[in-house]
């Protein structure tokens, strides 16, 4: 079917390394594109990439990137047909779209009315209610107050999980493991609720024991054509946010895959959904699936499905939004490999991940077979202190999981970055754990097993265990060189130790 419109100039809302990502896609597009950037970013890679590039304020975004009458208004000077959000930001800013719809310009995502359902927890648990996608028990609106929390609490009984209706990013959201201490979990989530988004509605949930948080990406058209590009297993969070994914997860089975599956796509039709989204579960310890809520727009951890799937998202994202119909159907979508990204942040995992800042002195990324760096840093660049403290997105692809792993074990390993401490470490320290290793973990993860010792080397049982495995190696390597200056193999020692 031919395009209802065509974009030949785009212009990308955002910065960093989305920002970057996009551009690329569009340029092997063949259109051209706009940056918008602050203060703070004027010499980012990202600005030189574009074809061309407009300063829009100072470094606060609530001055530069989220005025979108200022991002209007260099679309409307320089003749953009269309805008991509990224993710962050406007990308989930129904007003955004909506006024550049009335300027005559596309925006590259869903429908005002999509994002606005999915972007409140209780309105897209109501709109998906009917569609057969299952859900934790809990309340269906915004309770109350303290009396009708309780009530509910003793119905489905504790631990019970209070959540901003309009929250996101672990904002808002309380665990309560008696009654004792719901009037103080209450009050504080709803305070920092209302604190965050404006907002101070919460709702409750039952607490779900050892929960994994699989999520499941949807591309749609326009068309009535809604396809689920398979999951991806994001449970490895600190402070209620992901730091590891891998695609595809390591505890489904093709029946749950397809069920899972299914329910995305369900839940994208309740809204009449378009684009790449995202839809969001919690699986028990019983292997039980319910719906946590929908991310209306390119995720983070988007470069997982891609390495699995052969498919360009944003790519996709653009000719939907050009009015092409989806190029496959959901029995032509296949999983090849697996795939793993880490975040690496600028943050600093031996005091609780908290952002650290600074110049980066040196900053070389791992390159070879299977490994692919989204960054929009480069050496001696400094980490402002405005935005998101992500530095890149490393990603690693294998024929099978264990490749994978192994893979980024090696480019970890050989990621040189120093001036700013960062998120490689702790990344290092799960790819090396068991737990991970097995398939067989869960969102407290972090808890359960990582204390800031083990990065350095002091944890008892792991100086333990690496004494034990190094004492062993000596010995092997001493009665190896034993042998061949014994029976005169010809190996020379060096060699030896080389193996």
């Known amino acids: 079917m031919a395009k209802t419109r065509s974009i030949k100039k785009l212009l990308i809302a955002n910065r960093g390394e989305i920002a970057l990502r996009v551009m690329r896609s569009a340029r092997e597009m063949g259109i051209s594109t706009v940056a918008v950037y602050s203060e703070a970013d004027r010499n980012a890679p990202f600005v030189r990439f574009a074809d061309e590039a407009v300063c829009i304020g100072p470094a606060p975004s609530k001055e530069s990137y989220l005025v979108f009458e200022k991002i209007i208004k260099v679309c409307t000077d320089l003749k953009v047909d269309a805008v991509h959000p990224g993710y962050g930001f406007l990308s989930e800013n129904g007003e955004f779209a909506r006024a550049l719809e009335k300027a005559g310009i596309l925006f590259v995502g869903p429908s005002p009315h999509a994002m606005k359902v999915m972007g409140d927890k209780l309105a897209a648990k109501e709109a998906v209610k009917g569609h057969g996608v299952p859900l934790v028990p809990g309340t269906e609106g915004a309770v109350s107050g303290l009396e009708e929390a309780m009530a509910v609490a003793r119905t489905i009984a504790f631990p019970i999980l209070i959540k901003a209706a309009a929250g996101g990013g672990g904002k808002g959201m309380r665990i309560v493991e008696q009654e004792s201490e719901l009037k103080e979990g209450l009050e504080r989530a709803i305070s920092e609720a209302q604190n965050a988004f404006g907002d ?110 052969g498919l360009d998202l944003v790519k996709l994202q653009i000719r939907v939004a050009e009015g092409e119909k989806l190029p496959f159907t959901q029995d032509e979508l296949k999983i090849n490999g697996h795939a793993i990204e880490v975040r690496v942040y600028a943050e600093d995992p031996a005091n609780n991940f908290l952002p650290d800042i600074g110049k980066l002195s040196t900053y070389r990324p791992p390159q070879g077979p299977g490994v692919r760096v989204d960054d929009g840093f480069e050496e001696g660049m400094d980490i402002p202190i405005h935005y998101d403290p992500m530095i ?107 193996r």
């Open 200 to 309: 101070g509605s919460v709702f409750i949930e039952k607490y779900v024991a050892g929960p994994r948080h699989i999520e499941v990406q949807i591309m749609a058209d326009s068309h009535g054509n809604t396809c689920y590009l398979f999951e991806r297993e994001c449970s490895i969070q600190r402070r209620h946010q992901k730091v590891v994914e891998e695609a595809p997860s390591a505890v489904l089975t093709p029946e749950l895959r397809k069920r899972m599956g299914e329910a995305a796509v369900a839940v994208a039709k309740s809204v009449d959904y378009t684009g790449a989204g995202t839809v969001e579960f919690l699986l028990d310890e019983s292997m039980e699936f319910y719906f946590m809520e929908m991310n209306t727009r390119l995720q983070v951890e988007h470069p997982v499905t891609e390495m699995i799937t």
């Open 392 to 498: 890149a997105k490393l990603i690693t692809f294998g024929g099978t999981r264990e490749e994978a792993i192994n893979r980024m074990e090696r480019a970890i390993d050989d990621y040189a970055i120093s001036g700013v401490e960062t998120t490689l470490g702790f990344c290092r320290y799960v790819m090396g754990h068991r737990t991970f290793r097995s398939g067989k973990y869960d969102t407290h993860f972090v808890r359960d097993h990582f204390t800031p010792e083990v990065l350095e080397g002091t944890d008892p049982e792991e100086v333990m265990a690496a004494a034990l495995v190094a004492g062993f190696l000596e010995q092997v390597q001493a009665q190896r060189l034993k042998q061949a200056t014994t029976v005169g193999s010809g190996a020379s020692a060096w060699k030896l130790k080389r």
